[in-house]
């Protein structure tokens, strides 16, 4: 919270994050794709705060990819207080290689559970 009692624009890309999350390990894993688990990166985040969002209130999240590419996608997003839209977003996501140390393509598999969303 900030000292006008509202939520902290650090607090809303923690926000953005448990959202793509849930996309990408909780509905990913429920498809039966793991491998995102096994290591993404963000390489630039974006954010358009539009309006204070108060600290108590609840919050919506809707998300979609606004791009894919062989080597990452964009995840876009928009944040709903009240019904109206309070800040816009988007994160460019790459897959990564933990044990080589680098970036590696999207699988088949990862296209195919990203394709839906595109939007």
């Known amino acids: 919270m900030d000292v006008y009692g509202h939520v902290n624009n650090a607090r809303m890309l923690t926000l953005y994050e448990e959202a ?4 990408m390990f909780g509905a990913a894993r429920d498809s039966g794709i793991t491998s995102f688990e ?3 990166v ?3 985040h974006e954010i358009d705060y539009l309006r204070p969002v108060d600290y108590a209130d609840p919050v919506r999240i809707e ?3 606004a791009e894919l590419r062989p080597s990452r996608f964009t ?9 109206q839209v309070a800040s816009r977003a988007r994160s460019v996501c ?21 394709q839906p969303w595109l939007g």
């Open 94 to 114: 790459v897959p990564f290689d933990l044990a080589a140390g680098r970036p590696r393509r999207l699988s088949d598999a990862e296209r195919d559970f990203l």
């Open 38 to 40: 096994a290591g993404i």
């Open 75 to 83: 995840i876009g997003y928009e944040l709903f207080d009240k019904d």
């Open 20 to 23: 793509r999350v849930a996309l």
């Open 42 to 44: 963000i390489a630039r």
């Open 63 to 65: 998300l979609w990819v």
